[in-house]
């Protein structure tokens, strides 16, 4: 079985329960009051193979289900007006040639309440996966080919070009919301895999204005890959 363990600052346990069968596939989603977390997970009832968000309070044994269209994969943030944020894709194969990569195809992109209702979908015509800012106000996906970053308001509609490395994907925004962390590896762009795959070998993680200011080179891992996620602080973590 799987399981969930809440700690306070000092090291004491506070919450858990146990995830019986189901299994995460990411980090742990907090609400953006911290009162409830969520966990994406698969399930094979009713379908042959879906993915799951499940999310609970702390104080409350009941637990939400919303399950996402067989066979797609989803990245699922909480957002700060309490909305879930989701980027549906399908992961494919690199051509020939480069077989080893994984390319993420998007399929939908939308918010919804936690209860699953109240969906808005996001008109997405580009074929990289978004991810969604915190505050639901921006979506940013890197095109590893061209080498950019692309940002794009949802309130005004603008949309900006940043040039970044080749053979970066993007993985995690900054604690302020104004930068963004990438992988990849811009050496050999070929060897670039979606972040939820194989290392990219060596793998490098970068930091990227959403301004077009430089983008800073924070380290380099020569057998693993990067899943980084930031803190208030403005720390980098691994």
Do not use: K
């Not at 995460?24 to 009162?35: F, G, L, Q």
């Not at 930091?207 to 803190?231: I, N, Y």
């Amino acid at each position: 079985p799987h399981g969930i363990e809440i700690f306070d600052a000092a090291g004491l346990p506070v919450a858990g329960w146990d995830m019986g069968s189901d299994w995460t596939t990411n980090m742990p989603i907090w609400s953006p009051d911290s009162t409830a977390m969520g966990w994406l997970g698969y399930s094979t009832e009713g379908c042959g193979f879906c993915h799951v968000f499940h999310w609970r309070t702390l104080t409350d044994d009941a637990v939400t289900s919303i399950p996402f269209p067989e066979g797609s994969n989803n990245h699922v943030t909480w957002s700060t007006d309490n909305r879930l944020q989701v980027s549906e894709y399908r992961p494919e194969r690199g051509p020939a040639g480069n077989e080893g990569a994984i390319i993420s195809i998007p399929e939908r992109v939308y918010s919804m309440t936690p209860d699953g209702t109240d969906v808005e979908d996001v008109a997405w015509t580009r074929p990289q996966v978004p991810f969604w800012s915190a505050d639901g106000r921006l979506l940013v996906a890197v095109d590893p080919v061209a080498g950019q970053l692309f940002v794009l308001d949802l309130e005004s509609g603008d949309e900006t070009f940043v040039p970044t490395p080749p053979g970066l994907s993007f993985a995690q925004w900054g604690p302020e919301g104004d930068r963004v962390m990438l992988v990849g590896n811009p050496v050999d762009p070929g060897a670039g895999r979606d972040i939820d795959a194989a290392p990219c070998g060596p793998c490098y993680l970068y930091l990227a204005g959403l301004d077009g200011s430089d983008v800073l080179e924070l380290g380099r891992a020569e057998d693993f890959g990067w899943m980084p996620a930031s803190v208030s602080e403005g720390e980098t973590q691994d």
